[in-house]
């Protein structure tokens, strides 16, 4: 197989790379009197706490029957106990496997089945929901508010369940301390760590086996590109799923083992409550998907700042310049006021938004990667990183583009490195199809410049066919169209050979301005012709139609696209 363009990182892997659960266990020694856990405007758990939760759930694992290379399952909004749970799993050497509670029950039986689980922790919604006579093989469902039985088919889980505090004191008679914490070693890199059933666009997830290794391999390269900015006891929120490999990575494991305070929010993530725990809590870095930043400052920022007078002024040398900066301080205090960066992923930053953030001076950047990566591919700090562009390759890890002219013509982008998965479980094929000669064939097109800064096109699954054979990229045209007016947001589609725009429109904007529907169809032909004017022939669209709610979305709020062609 030839590939034209590689790039490899600058750190080669270590031929013995370091436990990963032993990071878990010096964190928690290391910041033992400090604040961990916090459900916003709820309770928090110190590390020591922490600690005694984990030494409780091994004693449970322990006294049911548990053994390391068992599967346990957990499934819940984000919750200082879902992180509980988490580490309580893997310090053990048991396998996690992490499901995202927006998926419905059938999903989630289908997971817990598929996966082998022998234990299921679940939150109160997804208690609620679930079916355990579709998930036979489970030994127990175990309530993640209070570690309570929701199910059990083993005496042994119920005996250790009702003694759990006698055992624990029998194990410790005098009282937990520091030197009581020691952790499941695990004896190869290549072990399997947890299985993440990919939430995807595009039909029934797939079970990425993640080892040890790529655990680390993202660890390493988080210490690397934000140690030197974040500190033990500096606050971060948790947005995103920890279910998710974006938000469990970056959101969760490493500012845990950075001794960093986590607040969950606990509820549905919308740019209201955000913003105001982003001003309560004062966080140290920000991640996220691009949705919720472009929501803020497409509503908080840009309308001040897009009136012709203010418009000329930022133009002008002195003043232009004095301008972007008072601008920059005060999109930085709508964020807390305190962080070192915003790292996006998980789709395209609009690119309107990125071109005004960039203007100002403000410390945002992109990164890219996939489940299969657990997560990270690309990245950049944002004071080195390229205007559209993912960033370059991380720590560990190579791309390649695999197109005869890599620069101008966009490929397939390939990756390998630390961060692969072994495979997909119990998927032999998928795997072969996916994993080539060590290469995971991301199925997503880009190209590469001289320095390495990697640009995406789009998902190949997604590339649509002119009528001319030319090849479409709906999310360029995608882009554009979702920075024009009462655009909340879109998606193109092909019918035939036309192309069609479906919006879903900024309604409380248009009921804030007195827009009705007709008047609300018209600025939608309007944004048509702007939009085709800007556009190569092909690239036209015939028609935007708008849509009455929301589209529907993976929880890492992607578009569902199957949903809509």
């Not at 509670?101 to 289908?110: A, G, K, L, S, V």
């Not at 072990?191 to 595009?202: E, K, P, Q, V």
Request: hydrophobic share 40%; net charge negative; glycine share 8%.
């Amino acid at each position: 197989m030839n590939y034209n363009k590689s790039i490899l990182s600058k750190l080669a892997i270590p031929e013995q790379i370091p436990s990963f659960n032993a990071y878990i266990e010096k964190s928690i020694i290391d910041h033992w009197d400090l604040d961990a856990l916090t459900d916003y405007q709820g309770a928090t758990l110190q590390y020591k706490d922490v600690a005694r939760k984990i030494e409780k759930m091994h004693i449970l694992f322990e006294n049911s029957g548990v053994k390391p290379g068992d599967k346990i399952a957990i499934c819940g909004r984000n919750m200082s106990h879902w992180a509980v749970a988490f580490l309580a799993t893997m310090t053990y050497g048991a396998v996690a496997v992490p499901i995202l509670h927006e998926f419905i029950p059938e999903q989630i039986h289908n997971i817990v089945n598929h996966s082998d689980a022998k234990l299921l922790f679940v939150g109160d919604v997804v208690a609620k929901q679930i079916d355990p006579e579709e998930m036979k093989a489970i030994e127990g469902i175990i309530n993640l508010p209070d570690f309570s039985i929701m199910v059990s088919r083993s005496e042994k889980l119920t005996f250790a369940r009702e003694h759990l505090n006698e055992l624990f004191g029998k194990k410790f008679p005098k009282y937990f301390r520091k030197e009581h914490v020691s952790y499941f070693r695990e004896a190869d890199s290549e072990d399997l760590a947890l299985i993440n059933y990919t939430s995807g666009t595009t039909g029934f997830s797939k079970g990425v086996m993640l080892p040890y290794r790529a655990l680390w391999g993202n660890l390493d390269f988080a210490n690397h590109v934000l140690g030197k900015h974040i500190k033990p006891g500096d606050n971060t929120i948790s947005i995103l799923p920890m279910a998710h490999m974006y938000g469990m990575a970056f959101e969760f494991i490493y500012e845990f083992i950075a001794g960093c305070h986590i607040y969950y929010l606990t509820r549905i993530p919308s740019p209201a409550i955000v913003a105001q725990a982003f001003t309560d809590i004062r966080p140290c870095v920000i991640i996220a998907v691009p949705l919720i930043i472009e929501k803020i400052i497409k509503k908080k920022v840009l309308p001040k700042v897009s009136s012709a007078p203010v418009k000329a002024l930022l133009k002008t040398p002195v003043v232009g310049t004095k301008l972007k900066a008072k601008i920059c301080q005060q999109v930085y205090e709508a964020f807390g006021g305190r962080l070192y960066e915003i790292i996006v992923g998980g789709a395209a930053l609009n690119q309107e938004v990125e071109q005004f953030l960039t203007d100002i001076g403000f410390p945002i950047t992109v990164g890219y990667g996939a489940t299969e990566c657990a997560p990270i591919i690309t990245y950049d700090d944002w004071q080195d990183r390229a205007v559209g562009s993912c960033g370059r390759a991380a720590i560990h890890m190579e791309v390649n583009i695999n197109s005869s002219d890599p620069q101008n013509i966009p490929g397939e982008i390939l990756t390998r490195g630390c961060n692969t998965m072994l495979g997909y479980y119990k998927n032999e094929e998928a795997t072969r199809e996916t994993l080539v000669d060590g290469w995971y064939h991301t199925g997503d097109l880009g190209i590469i410049d001289e320095e390495g800064h990697v640009f995406i096109k789009g998902r190949s699954k997604n590339m649509l066919l002119g009528a001319s054979g030319q090849n479409i990229y709906p999310e360029e045209i995608e882009d554009k169209l979702g920075s024009l007016a009462y655009v909340s947001e879109c998606l193109v589609v092909q019918r035939g050979d036309k192309l069609v725009g479906l919006v879903y429109p900024d309604l409380e904007e248009a009921k804030k301005n007195g827009v009705d529907t007709k008047q609300l169809h018209n600025i939608m032909e309007q944004n048509r012709n702007e939009l085709n004017a800007t556009q190569p022939t092909y690239q036209k669209l015939s028609i935007i139609e708008l849509l009455d709610k929301e589209f529907e979305k993976t929880p890492k709020k992607s578009i569902k696209r199957y949903l809509y062609k």
